[in-house]
C-alpha cells in the first residue's frame, strides 16, 4: 500500500520558479507510473506531467518547456520542477499513478499560487 504526501507549494510572482515534492511509502512504489495532477479554482482536476519506472516522460501542452518531472526510487520521491509561472497555472497539485484504471489513495496536495 502506498501513501502520498505533497509539499513544496506556495505562493510566487509570474515568471518565477517552484519545486513541488511527492513523497511515496511503500515497497511498490518504484515499479508504478507516476504523474502530477492539478485542480484549478472551478475547474475539473487535469494531468500535466508523467514519468514511467523507467524515467520516460511526457507534458500536457499547457506546461511543456516550462515543468520537468523527475523521480527518485531510492528516495521515494517524484519531483516537478516548475518554472516560467503564469497565472493559470494556481492550482492544488496532486501526485498519483498514472497509465492504471485504479489509483491510489489521493493525499492533501499543496496549493500553488502564481500572483503579483
Known amino acids: 500500500q502506498v501513501q502520498l504526501v505533497e509539499s513544496g507549494g506556495g505562493l510566487v510572482q509570474p515568471g518565477g520558479s517552484l519545486t513541488l515534492s511527492c513523497a511515496g511509502s511503500g515497497t511498490i512504489f518504484s515499479i508504478l507510473d507516476m504523474g502530477w495532477y492539478r485542480q484549478g479554482p472551478g475547474k475539473q482536476r487535469e494531468l500535466v506531467a508523467t514519468i514511467t519506472s523507467g524515467g520516460s516522460t511526457n507534458y500536457a501542452d499547457s506546461v511543456k518547456g516550462r515543468f520537468t518531472i523527475s523521480r527518485d526510487n531510492a528516495k521515494n520521491m517524484v519531483y516537478l520542477q516548475m518554472s516560467s509561472l503564469k497565472p493559470e497555472d494556481t492550482a492544488v497539485y496532486y501526485c498519483?499513478?498514472?497509465?492504471?484504471?485504479?489509483?491510489?489513495?489521493w493525499g492533501q496536495g499543496t496549493q500553488v499560487t502564481v500572483s503579483s
Open positions: 498519483n499513478r498514472v497509465y492504471a484504471r485504479q489509483l491510489l489513495y
